[in-house]
């Protein structure tokens, strides 16, 4: 069974930093791209950042360039999102999604920005 | 704003056939394909429909999607009650370089 299990969400304050993880399973990993998708409390779903199979083409969404790094280590089978300078707008459950246009995804992590 | 766009309800009683449209550009369903899923509460988005109109498996034949243009729908036939979901279409969009989502359709089952 094809999963994705994401995890290090939490409560940070403004201007903080937290990594995401997902370890994905029951697929070959190295074989496809990969994007984190967030979605804000009782809003609809927005794309983040995507990254490919390989890991050389990244790209992000305007909101979160310069803040967000998504990288993935393919050995171990792992896609991860170092999120930095924090902020209040940046609250929202993260998924994990499988290919360009997401076709699996994970149960999601949730992210709190607030003092 | 969502680069996507979906009529934010739809509604409909028991047995009927309701539709779900998404309407978008040339840059993301004129020249890619339509997903569309659907979001219970407190629950991850799941996928009814990709590649316009491919049901993974699982999915029963009461969804159906469509795709003509820079528009696309979704068709729900035989409603039921547990049909009751937030419904989200989606797109790779080449001018952003990432897949983009409608706004979400909350669909209610009278």
């Known amino acids: 069974e094809m999963q994705l299990v994401e995890s290090g969400g939490g409560l940070v304050q403004p201007g903080g930093s937290l990594r995401l993880s997902c370890a994905a399973s029951?697929?070959?990993?190295?074989?496809?791209?990969m994007n984190w998708v967030r979605q804000a409390p009782g809003k609809g779903l927005e794309w983040v950042s995507h990254i490919s199979n390989s890991g050389s083409i990244i790209y992000y969404v305007d909101s979160v360039k310069g803040r967000f790094t998504i990288s993935r280590d393919n050995a171990k089978n792992s896609l991860y999102l170092q999120m930095n300078s924090l902020r209040a707008e940046d609250t929202a459950v993260y998924y994990c999604?499988?290919?360009?246009?997401?076709?699996?995804w994970g149960q999601g992590t949730l992210v709190t920005v607030s003092s | 704003q969502s680069v996507l766009t979906q009529p934010p309800s739809a509604s409909g009683t028991p047995g009927q056939r309701v539709t779900i449209s998404c309407s978008g550009s040339s840059s993301n369903i004129g020249s890619n394909n339509v997903y569309w899923y659907h979001q219970f509460p407190g629950t991850a988005p799941k996928l009814l429909i990709y590649?316009?109109?491919q049901r993974p498996s699982g999915v029963p034949d009461r969804f159906s999607g469509s795709k003509s243009g820079t528009s696309a729908s979704l068709a729900i036939s035989g409603l039921r009650s547990e049909d009751e979901a937030d419904y989200y279409c989606a797109a790779w969009d080449d001018r952003l370089s990432g897949p983009v989502f409608g706004g979400g359709t909350k669909l209610t089952v009278l």
């Open positions: 029951g697929f070959s990993f190295s074989s496809y791209s």
């Open positions: 999604t499988r290919d360009a246009t997401p076709f699996v």
């Open positions: 590649r316009n109109n």
